[in-house]
């Protein structure tokens, strides 16, 4: 069985920071590709930011210059430093993992349940 959660999601003022975790466990034998992705109100989820297991890295234009993602491969967990908050970046952000089980042999993609971060004065 494996787990994947979001943590640290909260409300945040205009041009302020914030960082949000997502943790992989279970019987993980390997973790490959990582991801955020966040869904507004009326909106479809959109992909902003994943990180490969060596470490590349991409984001969308919505936010590029603001948003940083990195990863503790040994902890199978990943960040989401999130700076310059806009109103518009309210959503909640789910974050998904590529992950190999311990006893399979194939790459499945597993979410967590997703995490509230409302940027508001």
């Known amino acids: 069985q494996v787990q994947v959660e979001e943590s640290g999601g909260g409300l945040v003022q205009p041009g302020g920071s914030h960082r949000l975790s997502c943790v992989a466990s279970?019987?993980?034998?390997?973790?490959?590709?990582m991801a955020w992705y966040r869904q507004a109100p009326g909106k479809e989820r959109e992909l902003i930011s994943a990180i490969t297991s060596e470490g590349t890295t991409a984001y969308s234009d919505s936010v590029k210059g603001r948003f940083t993602i990195s990863r503790d491969a040994a902890e199978n967990t990943m960040y989401l430093q999130m700076n310059n908050l806009k109103p518009e970046d309210t959503a909640v952000y789910y974050c998904?993992?590529?992950?190999?089980?311990?006893?399979?042999?194939?790459?499945?993609?597993?979410w967590g349940q997703g995490t509230q971060v409302t940027v508001s004065s």
């Open positions: 998904s993992a590529d992950i190999m089980l311990k006893y399979g042999g194939e790459w499945l993609r597993f």
């Open positions: 279970g019987s993980i034998y390997s973790v490959s590709a």
